[in-house]
């Protein structure tokens, strides 16, 4: 049964700050309202010590859903305007991701600085590892929760065999230090990957088939969210 209902319209929040995440929606022909999660994902981290990477990343992606829903749910609350009325009959499609590079069994997020990005790529150059993204969506009716669906998508990323003036150099632009991984595949870091094996968008930020299926598992075609 379609939690939403085939009648329904199907708004989108993108829980995520990515302009990559988002500019893989929008092209894609989804228009997201963006509502970016406060969540400590270190402290996170932290508590899930031990736990399966595939299933470190979808909790990462569940804890920002979580977030991001509070947040809605706050506003519809607190609101008796006729749009936060109206937004409360709409059905709202939460999509949260996180993605993390799996390298011999560790896995790495944002370097943050330069010196751990320069560090981080000196260990992957000429090698290959897995960058994983969980994903969630939740469906949010009114004040409530309906639907929900959590999976993780693991691409294999080929490195190039970069010498240390390379990476420096890259490291140098500031593009690694907040991304996944420390590299990016639609900027800069695209000189540096050989190879990719598994889905690009996902690499990007936000896998395409894997919120297809997500979608269908809520009784929701992606089409319904054009």
Request: aromatic content about 4%.
């Amino acid at each position: 049964m379609n939690p939403a209902g085939s009648s329904r319209r199907h708004d989108v929040v993108l829980g995520s700050a990515s302009p990559a995440r988002l500019s893989v929606l929008t092209r894609a022909g989804v228009h997201p309202r963006v509502l970016v999660s406060d969540v400590d994902e270190d402290a996170i981290l932290d508590d899930l010590t031990g736990v399966p990477p595939s299933d470190v990343v979808a909790r990462l992606a569940m804890a920002k859903s979580d977030a991001v829903v509070a947040t809605l749910v706050a506003e519809r609350d607190g609101s008796e305007s006729a749009a936060a009325q109206d937004a409360s009959m709409s059905d709202t499609v939460v999509l949260t991701c996180d993605s993390m590079l799996l390298f011999r069994g560790a896995l790495t997020g944002k370097p943050h600085t330069p010196d751990v990005a320069i560090a981080q790529w000196k260990r992957v150059r000429g090698q290959s590892a897995e960058l994983l993204t969980g994903h969630h969506l939740a469906v949010l009716r009114g004040l409530d929760v309906v639907a929900s669906a959590s999976e993780t998508a693991s691409t294999t990323i080929d490195f190039a065999d970069l010498d240390d003036a390379e990476i420096e150099a890259y490291v140098a632009t500031g593009e690694p230090l907040e991304v996944a991984g420390g590299f990016t595949l639609d900027g800069l870091g695209g000189w540096f990957v050989d190879a990719i094996d598994g889905d690009p968008s996902s690499v990007l930020g936000i896998g395409l088939p894997t919120v297809r299926r997500l979608l269908r598992r809520v009784g929701i075609g992606v089409a319904e969210l054009w």
